[in-house]
């Protein structure tokens, strides 16, 4: 009976473990001779969970709009299985297409008004153009899970509402070799790390 409860009383514990959260907050520090974070931005810092742990993509769709033949945002990061919308804001035809394997489309031309949705299925960076207008282009980052966040202009970054368990924290740049650093998170903790970008990192 008492080996019984114990087992009872951990299974318990580790139930609760799983559906609890924590956060991650910090900031980016670059040591590469004169070069700034605005050089080398955009920059995003994502979660892996280590233990098994699947986080569900976004069911809402993000938004990348067509707007004064331009993208709207130029950067947009999103998570694997996450859809995206691309209405045509503007009073002119749009094409939006990329190269960027696997990721890679065409979604064709589509009038003023009309919008299209393209699901998201793997990792990586994909670079967008239209067909018609040479100076639009744009980048979307797909981030393996949603728990990612967008280096701020300063450095700093949070990460709310992330499973506790073990991590590996990425920091991704499409200019820089990728940072990688493994954390545990505690049930309800808020977990300050400062991470360096650089050949000086540690």
């Excluded at 994502?46 to 976004?58: I, K, N, T």
């Excluded at 282009?137 to 509402?161: C, D, K, Q, Y």
């Amino acid at each position: 009976m008492r080996l019984a409860a114990a087992l009872a009383c951990l299974l318990w514990i580790g139930a609760a473990n799983a559906g609890a959260e924590a956060s991650l907050s910090g900031r980016v520090t670059l040591a590469i001779g004169r070069l700034t974070l605005a050089d080398v931005a955009p920059l995003v810092v994502y979660l892996e969970p280590l233990d098994g742990q699947r986080a569900e993509p976004p069911r809402e769709p993000a938004t990348l709009r067509q707007h004064g033949a331009r993208f709207e945002p130029s950067f947009l990061v999103v998570s694997a299985g996450q859809t995206v919308g691309m209405p045509n804001d503007d009073t002119i035809f749009h094409n939006v297409f990329s190269y960027s394997k696997p990721n890679d489309f065409d979604l064709g031309l589509y009038r003023s008004g009309e919008s299209r949705l393209l699901r998201f299925e793997h990792a990586g960076p994909v670079r967008l153009y239209c067909s018609i207008h040479d100076q639009m282009n744009g980048l979307i980052f797909v981030a393996p899970t949603p728990l990612f966040a967008l280096v701020g202009a300063s450095g700093e970054f949070r990460i709310g509402s992330a499973p506790a368990g073990r991590h590996r924290v990425r920091v991704w740049s499409e200019r820089l070799p990728q940072l990688e650093r493994e954390v545990a998170l505690a049930p309800d903790q808020e977990l300050a790390l400062s991470l360096e970008l650089g050949a000086a990192a540690r």
